[in-house]
């Protein structure tokens, strides 16, 4: 659902994906530049630093910047379907375990480089090979990856997999000499891609701009380029818009949305697929007991923080694999604060990490939960980090206790969520068994996604509801302002970002 509370305006869907998370530094309004109409760059505030803008290890925390100079392997358009407009411009699965890609011609990497089937093609395998790519397990099936020609990919599958079309329009495009030349480290301090916009200069801990793409092979931007500036602060975000030191201020909470609305600002709001989630380790104490999952799950009142905390201006969840807006389990766990108490004995200490600041009001999120914890007898021990720890220590698996983490299906498919979070090797690995294992694997390799969704309601049963290893918490809505006379700007559900509307 969109509501835009000056008038009606069609979203241009993005083909990248982000979550607005990442290390919360202090914004930095530019003195300098007064006004984007006068002609120059978009400055968009986005909610917190991008940690990096290398697509391959990135969590997908900074794509809002790195998708203006890099784009994925296909396209989505803003009904989350897969089109022909990108780098990829036909797909066919020619037998249940080979895919076979068209890539469009002619198209260069601003340094120079072919962006052509081979760079494809490798683009494929950094996301399979390499150790820390955050989408690694996602592309363990895939056996070999091919150009046999400038135009041609070729991916080869173990086992049948019926999304791997959907999972490269979250794959993005990298020019294989430059990076591997780079590195990761030195990728992600001068990007190079084939998209609308160029990198033109970074002020370290302070803004991130980019420029048109004089080359580009698409459709022109309508404007000169975008300025990303951040703060973790609501209250600074909205005194930067109001101030008009920003055209664009992203993720307002609904105080700071209101008082936009009451200053003449246009706001927008949109229903995402962003769900916070709860992740319980169930590979050591005190959450290797089940019985004590069992507690934390039901000690937990979904409802109650999405009215008490948010005002109602979250939306309460408890599936974690129905990934649309508007999709309900078929299966979930409500609160029972009084069994939770029964099944708690003596007073086992649970760690709830969190990243502080990362996402809005996680820090009340955790005090709360915590505090329902140690009505059930549980000890808490609030451990708040920044997020780039927090998610080094997810994959180093690092943490026990409890967890908080946003699910952001890059892709409208269950199997995002699956492989990612309930697989053994996964993102979180905190749930290992077999069996899940298996409907995992028995999913993808169903003809679609209708033939696979009995599976996922199974999967979701049993992961969340019978072993009470996630307990999900809410969706989140996104609330972004702009100036009055800014346009354009589009933004779905997907929390996908277009700056090339953009108008002043």
């Not at 068209?102 to 072919?114: A, P, Y």
């Not at 093609?121 to 950094?126: E, G, K, Q, T, V």
């Not at 996680?362 to 000890?379: C, H, R, T, W």
């Not at 979701?460 to 006379?485: I, S």
Request: proline share 6%; glycine share 8%.
């Amino acid at each position: 659902m969109i509501k835009n509370r000056v008038g009606s305006r069609r979203l241009v869907a993005a083909a990248a994906v982000l979550t607005m998370t990442a290390l919360g530094l202090s914004a930095c309004g530019s003195d300098d530049n007064d006004a984007s109409g006068d002609g120059g760059p978009v400055r968009a505030l986005l909610y917190a630093q991008p940690t990096t803008l290398d697509p391959v290890v990135g969590a997908r925390t900074a794509a809002s910047v790195w998708s203006t100079m890099l784009e994925p392997l296909i396209d989505a358009d803003d009904d989350l379907e897969l089109v022909d407009t990108g780098i990829i411009t036909s797909w066919e699965r020619t037998d249940p375990t080979t895919w076979t890609f068209k890539v469009r011609e002619g198209i260069e990497f601003t340094n120079g480089e072919k962006a052509d089937a081979a760079a494809v093609a490798n683009s494929i395998l950094l996301n399979r090979d390499t150790d820390a790519a955050i989408l690694k397990s996602y592309f363990a099936n895939v056996k070999t990856v091919e150009a046999p020609d400038a135009t041609t990919v070729v991916v080869t599958t173990e086992k049948p997999q019926y999304n791997l079309a959907d999972l490269l329009s979250n794959v993005f495009l990298v020019p294989a000499k430059y990076y591997e030349e780079k590195g990761s480290e030195g990728f992600a301090a001068a990007p190079v891609g084939t998209g609308p916009y160029v990198l033109d200069e970074v002020a370290a801990g302070r803004s991130i701009s980019v420029k048109v793409n004089p080359d580009y092979w698409g459709e022109e931007p309508e404007n000169e380029g975008v300025e990303f500036t951040w703060s973790n602060e609501p209250s600074q975000r909205l005194a930067l818009l109001q101030s008009e030191s920003v055209d664009i201020a992203l993720d307002l909470p609904q105080a700071q949305a209101e008082q936009a609305e009451k200053a003449g600002l246009k706001t927008t709001t949109v229903d995402t697929a962003m769900k916070i989630i709860a992740f319980l380790e169930s590979n050591k104490a005190p959450f290797d007991d089940p019985q004590l999952r069992e507690a934390a799950a039901l000690a937990i009142d979904r409802e109650a923080i999405a009215e008490g905390i948010f005002d109602g201006n979250v939306i309460p969840d408890g599936g974690l694999l129905n990934i649309k807006p508007g999709s309900e389990p078929a299966e979930q766990v409500d609160a029972d604060p009084a069994k939770a108490k029964s099944l708690v004995k003596g007073s086992p200490e649970v760690p709830i990490t969190y990243p502080a600041g990362q996402y809005v009001n996680i820090d009340e999120v955790a005090q709360a939960i915590g505090g329902s914890l140690e009505a059930a007898g549980f000890k808490v021990k609030y451990n708040p980090v920044d997020y780039g720890t927090l998610v080094k220590q997810i994959v180093g698996r690092q943490l026990n206790g409890i967890y908080f983490f946003a699910g952001v299906p890059n892709v409208a498919v269950p199997d995002f969520f699956a492989s990612g979070f309930m697989k053994s090797v996964s993102i979180t690995g905190n749930c290992p068994d077999p069996k899940m294992d298996e409907l995992v694997a028995s999913a993808l390799e169903q003809d679609d996604a209708a033939a696979a969704a009995p599976i996922y309601e199974e999967l979701n049963t049993l992961g969340v509801v019978e072993k009470h290893c996630y307990v999900p918490l809410y969706r989140m809505q996104h609330t972004y302002a702009t100036q009055k006379d800014v346009s354009g700007m589009g933004f779905n559900a997907l929390s996908a970002m277009d700056f090339t509307k953009v108008k002043s």
